[in-house]
C-alpha cells in the first residue's frame, strides 16, 4: 500500500498539542492563537509571507521549551505550574516575576523548616537570573534545530529563536527591543498573552492589561488595534478548534511531508520528547530502531512496520504532561502522581489523534505501550486480544530499552539482565514470547527460538490480507485495495485459510481478531 503524504501543518498540529501539555497551558492554546493571531493579521493588512510566519510561531512558539526541563525542575519544583503562573504575569515587571519566583520555591521547599525554607528562597531570587537564561536560550536553540529538521524556512526559525524577547528589552535571553524583535514574535506574544489573560480575569480585564502593558511587553501600535478589535478577534477564544480550521489557515503553499520528510518529523519529535530529562535521551530513538527490526524479523506488512516506527518514536509523547518533577523523583509516587503518569499513554493517544493519514493507526499503538497481555499494564487493562503483534513488540521493545536504562530511583541494567527482566514478564504472562525473542534477536541477545515467525507463519501480504477480509471487504475489494490482481488475492486467502486452518471469512475474521490483527485497522478507520 502506498503511503499518502502528510500535511506538515497536521505534524504542527501534534507538536503544538504536546507542547501545550507541557507548558501548562490550556486545551488548545497554541491552535487558539493561532486562529487568533491570523485574525489579528487579516486585520493588520499583513502580507502572505508575514502571515504565513505568524501562523507558525503560533503553533510552534514552545517545541524547545521541553530542553533541560530537569534544571528548571531542580531549582523551581513542578515547572508545569511554574509555567502557568508565568504565563498571566508581566515577566518585565520584576517584582511580579519575583512573587512568581518565590510561590515556585515555597511549593518545592513547602515541607522544609521556615530558616530552611527562606533560605532556599533567598538563594533562588539570587540565583533565579543565572539559572534561567542558559536554560532558555537552550529553548531557542532546540526550537530552531527542530523547526530545521521538519523542513521549514530560514524566517520561521529566526522567529523561534526570539520567542522570550520583548519590546522593551526586557525579554530573555537576548534582551532584544522594538523592530530588533521581529513582527511575527510581536504578533504571536501579544496573541498568545491575551489569550492567557482573558481565560484568567475575562475579556474586560485582558484589555486593560494589554493597554497597560502598551509600550512595555508589547509595540504599542499593535496594543492599540488588538485592543480596538479584541471583540472580533476573541470573541469565541475559549471555543475548542479543529484541525480543519487549523489547516485552512495556511498560507500557501501547503506542505506535504514526503515518506523521508515524515520519518524525519517523527525523529524531530522523539529527540525533542526525550530531551526533557538525561536520563531518557535517545530512549524514543532506540525504541524505534529495535521496533522496527523485530518488526521487520516477524515479518508484519511494512504499513506496520512503519507505524510501530512512528509509534516508537512518540510513544512517550503524553508524559509531557506529567511534570518532570515526578519522573526525577527517586522516591515512590504518591497515588496521585502515579494515577497522572499513567495516564501519559492516553496524552499521547490524544496529541497523535489529530494527525491526518495514518495518524490514527500510530495513535492506536501509542495508546497501548504500557499495555500487557494479562491485563496487568495501563492505562485502559485491556488484554491480549486488544494487542496486535505490532503492540506486542512495542510494549516488548519499550520494557527492554528501559531497562536497560537508569532511571532516578534505580540503576539501569546490564543487557542481559534486561533480557532476563522480560523474558521473566512472558513467564508471567505479561510480555508475547515471539515479541520479546524478536526484540532481544535484533538487540543481539542469543534467542531461544529458532525464528520469531509472524503468527501461524503468515507472510507480510497475507496478514494485509487477513486484515482487510477479517474488516469486512470481499477479495476483490482487497485485491483493489492492496493494488494486486483478483486472482493472486484469492491465493492469499487460500494459502492464509490453511495456514490458520479456517475455511470461511468469519473464522478468518475471528482469528485476526484474537490476535489483536484488526485493532489498527479499526483504529485507523
Ligand atoms: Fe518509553
Ligand atoms: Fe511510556
Given amino acids: 500500500m502506498t503511503t499518502p503524504a502528510i500535511r506538515r501543518s497536521d505534524f504542527l498540529m501534534t507538536l503544538a498539542y504536546a507542547t501545550d501539555l507541557a507548558t501548562g497551558h490550556s486545551r488548545d492554546f497554541a491552535l487558539r492563537s493561532c486562529v487568533v493571531a491570523m485574525r489579528f493579521a487579516e486585520i493588520a493588512g499583513y502580507d502572505r509571507t508575514t502571515r504565513r510566519q505568524i501562523y507558525h510561531q503560533a503553533l510552534l512558539r514552545y517545541i524547545g521549551c521541553n530542553a533541560d526541563t530537569h534544571l528548571l525542575a531542580a531549582a523551581f519544583g513542578d515547572e508545569i505550574a511554574l509555567r502557568r503562573d508565568l504565563q498571566r504575569i508581566d515577566i518585565g515587571n520584576r517584582s511580579e516575576l519575583a512573587e512568581t519566583i518565590v510561590r515556585a520555591i515555597t511549593r518545592r521547599f513547602g515541607d522544609a523548616p521556615p530558616a530552611e525554607l527562606a533560605k532556599a528562597v533567598e538563594r533562588g531570587l539570587a540565583e533565579a537570573m543565572q539559572v534561567s537564561v542558559p536554560i532558555l536560550s537552550g529553548h531557542c536553540e532546540v526550537a530552531q534545530r527542530i523547526a530545521e529538521r521538519i523542513g521549514l524556512s530560514a524566517e520561521i526559525r529566526e522567529n523561534l529563536g526570539q520567542l522570550y524577547e520583548r519590546w522593551d528589552g526586557h525579554g530573555l535571553p537576548r534582551g532584544l527591543s522594538g523592530e530588533a524583535v521581529k513582527l511575527p514574535v510581536r504578533v504571536v506574544t501579544l496573541a498568545q498573552d491575551a489569550i492567557a489573560l482573558a481565560e484568567a480575569d475575562g475579556l474586560q480585564t485582558m484589555k486593560e492589561m494589554i493597554a497597560r502593558r502598551g509600550g512595555g511587553g508589547y509595540e504599542p501600535e499593535l496594543a492599540n488595534l488588538f485592543i480596538a478589535n ?40 522523539a529527540d525533542m520528547i526525550d530531551m526533557r530529562m538525561p536520563f531518557t535521551f535517545g530512549h524514543s530513538r532506540a525504541v524505534a530502531a529495535l521496533c522496527d527490526a523485530a518488526a521487520r524479523r516477524m515479518g508484519l506488512p511494512s504499513a506496520d512496520i512503519r507505524d510501530i516506527r512512528r509509534a516508537a518514536c512518540t510513544h512517550d509523547i503524553g508524559e509531557l504532561a506529567v511534570p518532570v518533577s515526578t519522573w526525577m523523583r527517586a522516591g515512590p509516587l504518591t497515588e496521585r502522581e502515579t494515577d497522572a503518569a499513567h495516564l501519559h499513554p492516553y496524552y499521547g493517544e490524544r496529541a497523535l489523534a489529530a494527525l491526518g493519514g495514518d495518524g490514527k493507526a500510530v495513535a492506536a499503538l501509542v495508546l497501548r505501550h504500557h499495555e500487557r497481555i494479562d491485563g496487568s ?149
Fill in 230 to 269: 479584541a471583540q472580533s478577534l476573541m470573541g469565541d477564544f475559549d471555543r475548542p478548534v479543529d484541525r480543519q480550521t487549523i489547516l485552512a489557515l495556511e498560507p500557501e503553499p501547503h506542505d506535504l511531508l514526503d515518506e523521508r520528510a515524515c520519518e524525519e518529523a517523527y525523529l524531530a519529535v
Fill in 377 to 525: 499494564g495501563y492505562h485502559r487493562y485491556v488484554r491480549g486480544n486488544d494487542l496486535s503483534p505490532a503492540a506486542r513488540i512495542l510494549a516488548a521493545a519499550e520494557a527492554f530499552q528501559t531497562a536497560r536504562e537508569a532511571r532516578p530511583y534505580r540503576p539501569a541494567s546490564s543487557d542481559a539482565a534486561a533480557a532476563a527482566k522480560i523474558r521473566a514478564a512472558v513467564r508471567e504472562g505479561r510480555l508475547c514470547p515471539d515479541a520479546v525473542e524478536a526484540v532481544l534477536a535484533c538487540a543481539g541477545q542469543a534467542s531461544r527460538r529458532a525464528s520469531a515467525a509472524s503468527p501461524a507463519g503468515l507472510t507480510s501480504r497475507e496478514i494485509e490480507v487477513l486484515r482487510l477480509i477479517g474488516a469486512g471487504h470481499t477479495a476483490k475489494e482487497a485485491a483493489g485495495l492492496l493494488g494486486i490482481a483478483p486472482k493472486t488475492a484469492d491465493n492469499h486467502i487460500q494459502s492464509l485459510y490453511s495456514k490458520i486452518g479456517v475455511t470461511t471469512r468469519a473464522g478468518a475474521a475471528l482469528y485476526a481478531l484474537e490476535r489483536g490483527l484488526l485493532q489498527e485497522a479499526k483504529s485507523a478507520a
